[in-house]
């Protein structure tokens, strides 16, 4: 007979944490780590996935006290840094959470999501109203990742909040080069062009965001906004809605 020490196997209860987390079936994994926690209370690998399936389960406290211990082991385990950020994030501790992104930054800075990392950290200075800060951090992520349509347009939506229209203008144009659905950039433009008192374009853009969601009441109510502006008021079927509300 085989002796107690012998079948315990932590890698194989890693695996079959990790293959039970992927199957959404949460609570059965943490049985798993923590049985490896049980006989090694600073497993890494265990403390960092328990950690992350309390984040699935939307327990982000308990989930943040499993990263901590990760990180008094091994305060360099980048990823770790990321998801104590995401679970900071969940319970509205954004500045906290702006430096745990920085603090992934800091240690991999050419890992394959760092464009999404900085992207994270600006949302969190953009949160916090630090807008000059949020924007470098979106620039840094575009820098990483040209591509990616969300940093654009929220580098619009903080340029918007310091009216700089012309730059709203720029993002909202790239977000749709990039991603033509992306309907609310063309909202996004709207109001950057009705600022600038160029209603008829701004009507345009409001009417791309209604052809995509009939019932955005903030873009149709712009679009009248903007038609008065202009001085050419017409009937618009979309607009008695707001009336007939």
């Given at each position: 007979?085989?002796?107690?020490?012998?079948?315990?196997?932590?890698?194989?209860?890693?695996?079959?944490?990790?293959?039970l987390?992927?199957?959404?079936?949460?609570?059965?994994?943490?049985?798993?780590?923590?049985?490896i926690?049980?006989?090694?209370?600073?497993h890494?690998?265990?403390l960092?996935?328990?950690g992350?399936?309390?984040?699935n389960?939307?327990e982000?406290?308990?989930?943040?006290?499993?990263?901590?211990?990760?990180?008094r082991?091994?305060?360099?385990?980048?990823?770790?840094?990321?998801?104590?950020?995401?679970a900071?994030?969940?319970?509205?501790?954004y500045?906290?959470?702006?430096?745990?992104?920085?603090k992934e930054?800091?240690l991999?800075?050419?890992?394959?999501?760092?464009?999404y990392?900085?992207y994270?950290?600006?949302?969190?200075?953009?949160?916090?109203?630090?807008?000059h800060?949020?924007?470098?951090?979106?620039?840094?992520?575009i820098?990483?990742?040209?591509?990616?349509?969300?940093?654009?347009?929220?580098?619009?939506?903080a340029?918007?909040?310091l009216?700089?229209?012309?730059?709203?203008?720029?993002?909202c144009?790239?977000?749709?080069?990039?991603?033509?659905?992306?309907?609310?950039?063309?909202?996004?433009?709207?109001l950057?062009?009705?600022?600038?008192?160029?209603?008829?374009e701004?009507?345009k853009?409001?009417?791309k965001?209604?052809?995509?969601?009939p019932?955005?009441?903030d873009?149709?109510?712009?679009?009248?906004?903007a038609?008065?502006?202009?001085g050419?008021?017409?009937?618009d079927?979309?607009?008695?809605?707001?009336?007939?509300?």
């Open positions: 007979m085989k002796s107690s020490a012998k079948r315990k196997n932590p890698d194989k209860w890693l695996v079959e944490g990790l293959a987390n992927n199957l959404k079936k949460y609570k059965e994994a943490i049985e798993f780590y923590d049985r926690l049980k006989i090694d209370p600073n890494p690998d265990a960092f996935n328990k992350r399936t309390l984040h389960l939307s982000f406290n308990d989930a943040m006290a499993c990263y901590d211990r990760v990180l082991i091994n305060p360099g385990h980048a990823k770790t840094w990321r998801w104590k950020g995401f900071l994030r969940s319970l509205d501790r500045e906290e959470a702006a430096k745990c992104f920085a930054i800091e991999e800075p050419k890992n394959d999501y760092i464009w990392i900085k994270s950290k600006g949302l969190m200075h953009h949160v916090l109203d630090n807008l800060e949020a924007i470098k951090c979106y620039d840094d992520s820098g990483s990742y040209p591509e990616y349509a969300e940093a654009w347009y929220c580098r619009g939506l340029y918007y909040n009216e700089k229209y012309e730059e709203v203008i720029k993002s144009d790239k977000t749709l080069e990039i991603d033509p659905d992306y309907f609310y950039a063309w909202y996004g433009k709207g950057a062009l009705h600022s600038l008192n160029k209603y008829e701004a009507v853009c409001y009417e965001v209604i052809e995509n969601d019932m955005h009441f873009a149709l109510f712009n679009k009248m906004l038609i008065h502006g202009s050419c008021l017409k009937f079927s979309h607009l008695s809605i707001l009336v007939e509300g």
